[in-house]
């Protein structure tokens, strides 16, 4: 990782929160990358990149930095998301009686019902901070737009793959609407970042566009996103999608 403006991401990074960065490449995992961020006892913030989307090592490194400095804006307060267990599970029951999950074995149907709470719970947390994210890479990393660009292409389209029949049938109504209704968001942060319309024709043609918008306006009303402002959006998303009360914020102390 070598790139300029991905140098110039690792030393905001540590500039900012006091630790330096280690970079490597890992195999065996999904996503695309893995991020510990550093304490006081393990004072490295160690990022990870997939090995098999090595050739946006770049670009991936400046997310990951994009996400230590929001999180980190104040070193002091670093939050962290907790899942309530009592509402996780009353909700996972409920949603384990609706079709087509309340057909399957009782085992089986609250296995995957759990699986959905904790899926949009993961998407609530994380969509407003790729948005701010992918902002800040935009504006921060300019020669990396192209690999930008093109791995949101990828990720734009493999989320619009939850419209066909197999996928859409497989999940309560609740769920496909939550889940799609942040997909949308995330299609309309890309298509503001970038001026990309093609990414907003799925939610267009399927009238989620409008639903997706409330949520993109609650972090359109931030002016700068921080630590603070972030759990903020996050909890403004999930009184919206009637979300809230699953989870908690903690905050800790990684100051140096």
Excluded at 17 to 25: A, E, F, H, K, P
Aim: proline share 5%; net charge negative; charged share 20%.
């Amino acid at each position: 990782m070598t790139h300029p403006d991905t140098k110039h991401m690792l030393e905001l990074v540590e500039q900012q929160t006091g630790y330096r960065v280690s970079v490597d490449l890992i195999s065996g995992i999904h996503e695309h990358a893995q991020m510990i961020s550093a304490r006081p006892g393990n004072p490295v913030h160690m990022i990870r990149v997939n090995s098999t989307h090595r050739a946006f090592a770049d670009y991936i490194v400046a997310v990951q930095c994009g996400i230590l400095l929001v999180l980190w804006s104040d070193p002091q307060k670093v939050p962290a998301m907790a899942l309530e267990e009592r509402a996780t599970t009353d909700l996972a029951v409920s949603w384990a009686d609706l079709p087509p999950l309340a057909s399957l074995p009782s085992d089986v149907s609250s296995k995957v019902a759990r699986h959905f709470v904790e899926g949009l719970a993961k998407q609530v947390q994380s969509m407003p901070l790729e948005i701010g994210v992918a902002k800040l890479v935009f504006e921060k990393c300019p020669a990396l737009r192209e690999a930008q660009a093109e791995c949101f292409r990828a990720q734009l389209q493999n989320l619009s793959q939850v419209f066909t029949a197999k996928v859409k049938d497989s999940a309560p109504v609740e769920v496909f609407q939550k889940n799609v209704t942040m997909n949308a968001a995330l299609a309309l942060g890309w298509s503001d970042i970038s001026g990309d319309r093609i990414a907003l024709l799925p939610y267009e043609s399927t009238g989620y566009l409008e639903s997706g918008k409330k949520l993109f306006t609650a972090l359109q009303a931030v002016s700068h996103l921080d630590s603070s402002a972030y759990t903020g959006v996050v909890d403004t998303w999930a009184r919206i999608l009637s979300l809230e009360g699953l989870y908690r914020w903690d905050f800790s102390n990684r100051q140096s």
